[in-house]
C-alpha cells in the first residue's frame, strides 16, 4: 500500500464551485499535514500546513484533517480560473526524518 | 519576494553523459533540497544538504548522484553516466530552518531530458 493516494483527476469545475481535494495516507505517525499549489513548469508552493487533527482556514482555503481516518482535504471557496492548477498534499512524522512524503497531486480545472 | 533560482530551464543529453544542474537558493537559507518529479508522477526526495554536508538522502540518491556547494551561493546535482530513467523535472528548494517541509521555497525546475 503506497503512503499517500490521492487522485490524479483531472477535476473540472465550473467558476464559483467549491472544490474539494483530498488525500488518505496510511502512516499513523504523520502529523504535520500540507497543501502545495503548483503551475504548469513551475515548482509547488506551500499553500496551507496544519498539525494534528482539525481545520485551518486561509481566505478562500481550508485544510482539514481527520487523523482517525487518515483523510485529509483541501476546499476551495468561490473557485477562480486562476486557481487551475495541480494540488499536492504532503506530510510527515513529527520526530524522524523531517522530510515530507508528498502525494502524485491532483490536477485542477476551473473553466470561467 | 526572495526566489530560488534554477539553472538551465532544459537540458537534453545523450544517455550516459554527465550533468550538472545548478540553483542558487535564497540568500539567508541554511537547508537546501534536490528533488525530482517523473512526468505524472508524484514529487520524490533526493537530499537535503546543511552546513556543507549531507544530512539525508533517498535510496533513489545512489552513486549515481552527488551534490555540491561550491561558493557561497550556489548548489549543484550532478548526475553521472545518465540514464533514461533520469528523465524528469528536477527542483531545487531551499529554507532557512529544519522546517519539513512547510517552510520550503521551490525553484521552477529543471526539465532533464535524456536521449
Known amino acids: 500500500q503506497k503512503e499517500v493516494e490521492q487522485d490524479p483527476g483531472p477535476l473540472s469545475v465550473p467558476e464559483g464551485a467549491i472544490v474539494s481535494l483530498n488525500c488518505t495516507y496510511s502512516?499513523?505517525?504523520?502529523?504535520?499535514f500540507m497543501w502545495y499549489r503548483q503551475y504548469s513548469r513551475k515548482g509547488p508552493e506551500l499553500l496551507m500546513y496544519?498539525?494534528?487533527?482539525g481545520n485551518k482556514e486561509d481566505g478562500r482555503f481550508t485544510a482539514q484533517v481527520d487523523k482517525s481516518s487518515k483523510y485529509i482535504s483541501l476546499f476551495i471557496r468561490d473557485s477562480q480560473p486562476s486557481d487551475s492548477a495541480t494540488y499536492l498534499c504532503?506530510?510527515?512524522?513529527?520526530?524522524?526524518?523531517?522530510?515530507?512524503?508528498f502525494g502524485r497531486g491532483t490536477s485542477l480545472i476551473v473553466h470561467p | 519576494e526572495p526566489e530560488v533560482t534554477q539553472t538551465p530551464s532544459h537540458q537534453v543529453t545523450q544517455m550516459g553523459q554527465e550533468v550538472i544542474l545548478r540553483c542558487v537558493p535564497i540568500?539567508?537559507?541554511?537547508?537546501f533540497y534536490w528533488y525530482r518529479q517523473i512526468l505524472g508522477q508524484k514529487v520524490e526526495f533526493l537530499v537535503s544538504?546543511?552546513?556543507?554536508?549531507?544530512?539525508?538522502k533517498s535510496e533513489i540518491f545512489d552513486d549515481q548522484f552527488s551534490v555540491e556547494r561550491p561558493d557561497g551561493s550556489n548548489f549543484t546535482l550532478k548526475i553521472r553516466s545518465t540514464k533514461l530513467e533520469d528523465s524528469a523535472m528536477y527542483f531545487c528548494?531551499?529554507?532557512?530552518?529544519?522546517?519539513?517541509?512547510?517552510?520550503?521555497?521551490f525553484g521552477s525546475g529543471t526539465r532533464l531530458t535524456v536521449v
Open positions: 544538504f546543511y552546513n556543507n554536508e549531507i544530512s539525508e
Open positions: 504532503a506530510m510527515r512524522e513529527s520526530g524522524g526524518s523531517y522530510i515530507p512524503t
Open positions: 528548494a531551499s529554507s532557512d530552518s529544519r522546517t519539513g517541509g512547510y517552510g520550503y521555497t
Open positions: 540568500s539567508n537559507h541554511l537547508y
Open positions: 496544519t498539525y494534528s487533527s
Open positions: 502512516n499513523s505517525a504523520f502529523q504535520y
